[in-house]
C-alpha cells in the first residue's frame, strides 16, 4: 500500500504529533507529495524539492536535525530559502519493508527551537516512533488488501462452482453463501448473520447442528414459496488448528448430477440410425422408430435375444431432443428383489457407497430404458405403472417428486398373453403397450443373413488383418442356412471366431469344430460334387449346360454321373 492511499491516517498522526508538541509537522510520500500536515504556526509551506531538506532525509533514509537554518548549507542552497518561514526542523524517514516510503517532520519557528531542541534525542526517538507506527499502519494496510483480495477470490471461486455453497460461523450464523444458493432458494435480501435454519429448515440440517456429525451426499427435497430444491446435502465442519471455526454446506441439484453423469459416460451410446439403415433392421421399422423418436411417449420394443432391441433403444434416445441427457439401462436379470427395487427407485438409506439416488432419478430429463421388462417382479410392475401414471416419485421425510423421464422397455415374450395368464401386471403393459415394434429373428429374414455374413467377414478381416482369408463356398451355405437361435449376437461371435483363428481357408470343417455343425454332417468334396451336379440336373439344364456352369468337358460330366451314380 503507498502512503498516499493513508491521506486520513496520516492527516490524524500530523494531528497528535502537534497537539503533543506544539509544532507544526508535515508528512510527505516518496514522491515528495503532501499526505499529511497542520498549520498551527505557518500559514503554507514552500514547494517540497528533492534538494530541500525533507526530500534529503527520503532520499539519503537519515535523521535530519536542523536547529539554525541559516547556518544549514541545504537550507541556504533552497531556491526557496528567501520564501521559507521556518527557522528550525526534524525529520525521519518512514521505512516499510526496508524502503524509505516518506518522511516526518517537525516544521519549527524560531521560538520553539530551544523547547524541542532542549533535548533532541527525545524529540527524534518520539518521531521515529511515530514513523514505525505509520508504517505498521501501511502494514495493517496491505494486509487487509490482501485479505480482500483473497476474500474476492474466494467469492469468484464459490460463484463459479455448479453447486449451491453456504458458510456459517460454528454456531449456525451464515457468513457468506454463493450466488447458486441464492438462486436455489429464493434469496432476495442479504442473509449474511442470519440463522441458517430460518433460511433453509429442513431435518438433515437440523441434525447436523445437533451434533456436527458430517455426511455427503444425502438426497434431500426443499420446497419453499415459488421455489424448489431436489439434490444431494452435504454438510462439513470448518477447522483450523484441529479447532472448530465454523460449518459448510453444499448443495448439488439433480440436474446438476444428471449432466456430469452424462459427460462422464451414463449416455454413453453412440448408436444411430445410420446403424440400423445399414441393413440390419427392415426400412419401416427404421422408419416407425423415427416416428416415435421425435414424442416423448413410451416405447415397447419386441424381439428375441440378440436381435439388438437395446441397440434400437438407444438410436431411438440419440434422435430425441433427449439425446444430451443420460440414457440410463436397467437389466431385469433376476437380481435379488430388493437390490431391483433399490437401483430403480433409489431409498433413503445414506452410506459413503450408495447415496439413496435410484436409475429412475438419473434418467431426470434423459431416457430410461428396462430390458426384458417381462423378468420384473410383480410387485415392481405395480409400482413403475404407478410411476408412469403420476411420474413422481416419494421417500421418506420427501413430498412427491416430479420426475420428466423417457421410458422405453424391451420384451422377449408375449406380453398381452402374460397380462391374461396373471404374470404381468395389466396397468403397467397399458402405460407401455400403445407404441410397440416389432424386431423379427434372424431366421426369417435369409437376405439380412447374407448381408450380415458379407459384411462381417470383410470387417472382421480388417480387424485381425487377414485380408487372403477364404470362406469356402460349402461353408458360406452353412452359415447362411443356420438357424442362428442367437440371432445377431450369435452371428456375430461366430464370425470374429472364425475369422480370428481362421487359416488360409475356412470350411465346413472349422464350423464343426465350434458346434455349429456336428462333426457326421461335414461333407467330403465329393459329395459336395455330387450335390451340386445332382442340383443342377435337376433344375432341368440341359448336360452341355451343366457341363458349362461346372467348368468341365461333357464327357468329364458323364464319366462323373456315373460314378456317383446320379
Not at 505509520?134 to 462452482?161: A, F, P, T, W
Not at 472448530?244 to 451410446?269: P, Q, W, Y
Request: proline share 2%; aromatic share 10%; charged share 25%.
Amino acid at each position: 500500500m503507498l502512503l498516499a492511499e493513508m491521506k486520513d491516517v496520516a492527516t490524524k498522526f500530523a494531528d497528535v504529533i502537534s497537539k503533543v508538541l506544539d509544532v507544526d509537522v508535515l508528512i510527505v510520500d516518496s514522491n515528495l507529495k503532501t499526505v499529511g500536515n497542520t498549520y498551527r504556526y505557518f500559514d503554507k509551506f514552500t514547494l517540497i524539492r528533492r534538494i530541500s531538506v525533507i526530500g534529503q532525509v527520503i532520499t539519503t533514509g537519515e535523521v535530519v536535525a536542523i536547529d539554525d537554518r541559516t547556518n544549514h548549507n541545504a537550507c541556504k542552497e533552497c531556491p526557496d530559502y528567501k520564501e521559507c518561514e521556518m527557522s528550525g526542523f526534524i525529520g525521519v524517514p518512514i521505512f516499510y519493508n526496508s524502503t524509505v516510503v516518506g518522511a516526518i517532520a517537525l516544521v519549527l519557528p524560531k521560538s520553539k527551537i530551544p523547547q524541542i531542541f532542549k533535548d533532541v534525542r527525545n524529540s527524534v526517538e518520539f518521531l521515529e516512533r511515530m514513523a514505525d507506527l505509520l508504517s505498521s499502519k501501511l502494514q495493517n494496510g496491505d494486509d487487509y488488501n490482501n485479505l480482500n483480495v483473497i476474500k474476492r477470490e474466494r467469492e469468484v471461486m464459490m460463484d463459479s462452482i455448479e453447486d449451491a455453497m453456504v458458510s456459517m460461523d460454528d454456531i449456525g450464523y451464515i457468513t457468506y453463501y454463493n450466488k447458486r444458493f441464492e438462486q436455489y432458494f429464493g434469496i432476495k435480501e442479504s442473509c449474511i448473520g442470519k440463522f441458517i435454519k430460518d433460511i433453509v429448515c429442513h431435518r438433515f440440517i437440523n441434525e447436523f447442528l445437533s451434533n456436527y456429525t458430517e455426511f455427503s451426499g444425502r438426497l434431500m427435497y426443499f420446497e419453499q414459496d415459488d421455489h424448489t430444491f431436489y439434490g444431494f446435502l452435504s454438510c462439513r465442519n470448518i477447522k483450523i488448528n484441529e479447532s472448530r471455526t465454523g460449518m459448510l454446506f453444499t448443495f448439488k441439484s439433480i440436474g446438476h448430477v444428471n449432466a456430469e453423469l452424462a459427460d462422464i459416460g451414463c449416455n454413453n451410446t453412440q448408436t444411430t440410425f445410420a446403424w440400423a439403415e445399414n441393413g440390419l433392421m427392415a426400412p419401416h421399422i427404421v422408419e416407425k422408430a423415427k416416428r416415435l423418436s421425435i414424442t416423448n411417449k413410451s416405447v415397447l420394443i419386441y424381439g428375441e435375444c440378440g436381435t439388438g432391441k437395446e441397440m434400437l433403444a438407444e438410436a431411438i434416445h440419440n434422435f430425441s431432443n433427449r439425446s444430451g441427457n443420460s440414457f440410463i439401462t436397467v437389466r431385469c436379470d433376476g437380481s435379488y428383489r430388493d437390490l431391483m427395487e433399490t437401483a430403480i427407485f433409489g431409498t433413503d438409506q445414506f452410506n459413503r457407497a450408495f447415496s439413496g439416488l435410484g436409475k429412475l432419478q438419473l434418467a431426470h430429463k434423459g431416457t430410461i430404458y428396462i430390458s426384458e421388462i417381462d423378468r420384473l417382479p410383480y410387485y415392481l410392475q405395480k409400482r413403475l405403472a404407478d410411476f408412469l401414471k403420476t411420474r413422481t416419485i416419494r421417500q421418506a421425510g420427501m413430498r412427491d417428486v416430479q420426475m420428466d423421464v423417457r421410458f422405453i422397455a424391451s420384451s422377449g415374450k408375449d406380453l398381452e398373453k402374460l397380462v391374461q395368464d396373471g404374470y404381468f401386471d395389466d396397468e403397467l403393459y397399458y402405460r407401455i403397450s400403445e407404441n410397440s415394434i416389432k424386431i423379427p429373428s434372424l431366421r426369417d429374414d435369409k437376405k439380412a443373413i447374407s448381408r450380415l455374413i458379407s459384411g462381417g467377414i470383410r470387417f472382421y478381416q480388417e480387424k485381425y488383418n487377414k485380408p487372403d482369408l477364404l470362406f469356402d463356398p460349402a461353408a458360406i451355405r452353412l452359415l447362411e442356412d443356420y438357424h442362428w437361435p442367437g440371432n445377431r449376437q450369435e452371428l456375430e461371435e461366430t464370425l470374429d471366431y472364425l475369422v480370428r483363428h481362421g487359416n488360409h481357408t475356412v470350411t465346413n470343417h472349422d464350423l464343426a469344430q465350434i458346434q455349429l455343425i456336428a462333426p457326421e454332417s461335414v461333407a467330403t468334396i465329393q459329395d459336395m460334387e455330387k450335390e451340386r451336379i445332382a442340383a443342377l440336373l435337376l433344375s432341368n439344364k440341359n448336360k452341355d449346360e451343366v457341363a458349362r456352369m461346372l467348368g468341365i468337358s461333357r464327357a468329364t460330366l458323364y464319366r462323373k454321373i456315373k460314378t456317383y451314380n446320379i
